[in-house]
C-alpha cells in the first residue's frame, strides 16, 4: 500500500508499511534518521520518484523543464532505491543523516554563546544553533545594546500559546516614523538557518549603528520590524523531536493529523496550486485563509505597518536553494506592476551576495524561478500590504540543505549582509 503527502510543493511518497511517515506521524518521542540517506536526482517529472518510500526533502525545476530533487532514504530501502533505473542520475549527499543532526547538536551544546549576564555575545553566537529559549533571550540581549533605538514587539501568539516576538530598531527621528523594512525567519520549523542569519543582520544593526555611515543611513530613513521566528511552535518540536518537521502544531477537529503551512494559509491565491487541502500534507494550506494563528497575526501586523508609513521591503527567509524569490508564487503568468524595478535591485543583490564567497544566489518571480507556491506571505505582503519589494530569499546551501553545518552560519551571514549593504545603498 503506498500513499502520498506533499513536502514543500513537492511530492512524499510513501509506503505504508505499518507505520506512518516520521514527517505526518503526531508521535512525541524524538524520531531517529540514523542511517537515512540523502540523494539528488534529476527527473523528468517531479513526481516520478517510483515505488520506493522516500521522503522528497526539496526540489527545482530547471529552464528546460526537468527536476532536481533531494530524497532523504531510510536504511532498509537503500538497496532497492539504489537498484531503480528510474534514478539512475543520482548523487549521494549524506551517507547518514541521522548523525549530521548529531553532530549538529553537539556543536550547538558544548558552544551556545549564551551570556548568563545578559550582555550581547560576540561572533561567538554565530558559531552554533541555539535552543529557542536562548534566542529568546539574545533578542533581550540585542534590544538591552541599543536601547534608545529598539524595544521588544510581539506580533501574535503561536497555537500553543508562545508569543511571536521580536525587536523593532529605529534611528534619529524616533519610533513608528519611518517606512518599514519588515523581516521575519523560521515560518518553516526545520530551516534553522534562517532565525540566526536574521539575528546576524540585527547584530551587525545593532552593532553598527553608532559608527557605519551606511547603517546609520538605512536605520535613520526605515523602522526595522523583525521577527527572527514566527513558527515558535514548530521550531521547539524539531530541537525536540523530529528535526525535519516543516509546519506548525496545530490541531484541528476531523483530523489526526497536525500542523498547518503557515506559509501556504495567507488569503492572497490561497488554496492555488502549489498548496494542499489534505490536512497530512506537508503544504496543508489551512481550511480557510488566514485560519492558523501565526499568519493571521503576521497578517494583521502587515496591514499595521501598511497603515503607519507603508513597507518598502519584506523578506521572508528560507532555506534552501541559494535564491531571491520576487512575487509572486501563486501565479506564473502574473507579475508586480514594478517587477523590471524588482529584478534589478534583486540582480544586485545576488551580485554583492557572491563577492565574500562567490556563492551564487539566483533571482526572479518565484513561480518561474523555484516553482508554484499559493497561499504564500511574499504574495500578500506585495498585494494586501503594497510593498515596494515583497521578497522571500532562500539561503545556503545546496549540498548540506536543512543540515547546514554550524561552520557555514557565520558566512551565510556575512554574505547575506554584503547583500544588503547593496540594497541599503540604493534606498
Request: hydrophobic share 40%; with cysteine.
Amino acid at each position: 500500500m503506498k500513499f502520498k503527502l506533499k513536502v514543500g510543493g513537492l511530492l512524499l511518497a510513501v509506503a505504508a508499511l505499518g507505520l506512518a511517515s516520521p514527517l505526518s506521524q503526531p508521535v512525541f518521542e524524538k524520531i531517529s534518521y540514523n542511517g537515512y540517506k540523502v540523494y539528488r536526482v534529476s527527473l523528468a517529472n517531479k513526481d516520478a520518484v517510483g515505488d520506493t518510500p522516500v521522503i522528497e526533502l526539496q526540489s527545482r525545476r530547471s529552464d528546460s523543464g526537468t527536476w532536481t530533487v533531494d530524497l532523504a532514504v531510510a536504511p532498509s530501502n537503500i538497496g532497492a532505491f539504489e537498484a531503480s533505473g528510474l534514478h539512475a542520475d543520482r548523487t549521494v549527499l549524506s551517507h547518514d543523516l541521522g548523525a549530521d543532526f548529531a553532530a549538529e547538536s553537539r556543536i550547538s551544546v558544548q558552544s551556545s554563546g549564551v551570556s548568563s549576564k545578559g550582555a550581547l555575545p560576540g561572533l561567538e553566537w554565530f558559531n552554533a544553533y541555539h535552543p529557542y529559549a536562548d534566542h529568546v533571550q539574545y533578542w533581550a540581549d540585542l534590544q538591552a545594546a541599543l536601547p534608545n533605538n529598539s524595544e521588544l514587539i510581539v506580533a501574535g501568539t503561536s497555537f500553543q500559546g508562545r508569543p511571536i516576538q521580536g525587536i523593532h530598531l529605529w534611528g534619529k527621528s524616533g519610533k513608528d516614523s519611518k517606512p518599514a523594512i519588515f523581516f521575519n525567519g523560521n515560518v518553516h520549523a526545520r530551516e534553522w538557518i534562517t532565525s540566526i542569519v536574521v539575528e546576524y543582520i540585527l547584530y551587525q544593526i545593532v552593532t553598527g549603528y553608532k559608527s557605519d555611515p551606511l547603517v546609520q543611513k538605512v536605520l535613520d530613513n526605515y523602522d526595522f520590524y523583525v521577527l527572527p521566528v514566527v513558527n515558535p511552535d514548530g521550531l521547539v518540536y524539531t530541537q525536540t523531536t523530529n528535526r525535519l518537521w516543516r509546519k506548525n502544531r496545530q490541531t484541528r477537529s476531523n483530523t489526526t493529523a497536525v500542523g498547518t503551512d503557515i506559509n501556504r494559509n495567507w488569503s492572497v491565491g490561497w488554496g492555488g496550486d502549489g498548496s494542499s487541502p489534505v490536512p497530512s500534507s506537508e503544504t496543508f494550506s489551512g481550511y480557510a485563509p488566514l485560519d492558523t494563528p501565526e499568519t493571521a497575526a503576521l497578517a494583521a501586523y502587515t496591514r499595521k505597518l501598511r497603515d503607519l508609513h507603508g513597507i518598502k521591503l519584506y523578506v521572508d527567509w528560507h532555506s534552501y536553494a541559494q535564491v531571491i524569490l520576487l512575487s509572486y508564487g501563486y501565479t506564473c503568468t502574473g507579475f508586480p506592476a514594478n517587477i523590471d524595478e524588482q529584478i534589478d535591485l534583486a540582480a544586485g543583490i545576488s551580485a554583492a551576495i557572491a563577492k565574500p564567497y562567490n556563492t551564487t544566489f539566483d533571482y526572479g518571480p518565484g513561480c518561474l524561478v523555484l516553482y508554484q507556491s499559493s497561499g504564500n506571505g511574499r504574495d500578500y505582503v506585495t498585494d494586501v500590504g503594497k510593498a515596494q519589494f515583497g521578497w522571500g530569499i532562500e539561503l545556503r546551501d545546496t549540498q548540506y540543505g536543512f543540515v547546514l553545518p554550524p561552520e557555514q552560519i557565520l558566512p551565510s551571514g556575512i554574505e547575506i549582509w554584503e547583500g544588503l549593504k547593496y540594497a541599503w545603498s540604493q534606498f
